[in-house]
């Protein structure tokens, strides 16, 4: 595998062409945003913690039978993925009322939901990510009523996945976001799973283990995501 120009630099990854026109190199940033990058800063090895979480979940995940973009790890900060026409929507499960959700709905933060919500985002950064319906989808031509049937279906089998594992490392999973591409005419999961996109409770005293701590300036960001990774692999940093 050889690394070759850099095709797009988002907040938090740099995506990498590779000689293989079908492989890309995502690079895992430090750098750390929030309010659609109103806000921003670093965390201390971020990318480093967040590309060995992601690779764990991901392989536990094809473990189960959930087809995704990755490849292998070539190194600490680094991932080689598949190559996938990603579908513009952020596929965001939730479990448990928190952030906009509780805002829009007036729930008191931390109510347990009767079951999944599964929501629709347009991904567009100049629109701030606006919350879609079906008919938006159509309209916008973003994916075909079979490829959101898809999604949510993937989508609720991951949250079950995550949900049952993650009770067993004493971790609550509140929400997280979700992104899915389409290669050889299959949809695979991309992206990434890690603080960055999940929100991540413990169990016993809800403690904010995620990027909710840079968010909301509640500090120790960095300490959050090493007793992540932590808890996933028994790596301590």
Not at 25 to 31: A, S
Not at 155 to 175: M, P, S
Request: with cysteine.
């Amino acid at each position: 595998m050889e690394k070759k120009e850099a095709l797009y630099e988002g907040k938090a990854k740099i995506m990498y062409a590779t000689n293989n026109a079908t492989e890309l190199l995502v690079y895992y940033k430090d750098d750390a945003t929030a309010g659609n990058g109103a806000k921003k800063g670093t965390i201390a090895d971020k990318g480093i913690m967040n590309n060995k979480m992601t690779a764990f979940f991901f392989q536990m995940l094809e473990k189960e039978g959930i087809s995704t973009h990755y490849l292998s790890m070539p190194s600490d900060r680094e991932m080689l993925v598949k190559k996938l026409d990603m579908i513009p929507l952020e596929v965001v499960m939730r479990n448990v009322a928190a952030g906009s959700l509780a805002e829009r709905l007036g729930l008191k933060e931390g109510t347990k939901l009767s079951q999944p919500i599964v929501e629709l985002y347009y991904k567009s950064d100049p629109l701030n990510d606006p919350l879609l319906n079906y008919y938006h989808v159509q309209i916008l031509h973003l994916a075909t009523p079979e490829e959101v049937a898809e999604i949510e279906k993937l989508g609720l089998r991951i949250n079950e996945i995550l949900t049952k594992f993650l009770k067993e490392k004493k971790v609550d999973l509140i929400d997280f976001k979700l992104e899915f591409g389409r290669a050889n005419g299959k949809i695979l999961l991309g992206d990434e799973i890690s603080p960055d996109n999940c929100r991540f409770w413990d169990s016993d005293t809800h403690e904010k283990l995620d990027k909710d701590r840079f968010r909301r300036d509640l500090g120790n960001v960095e300490g959050a995501y090493k007793e992540m990774l932590r808890r996933l692999t028994g790596e301590e940093r």
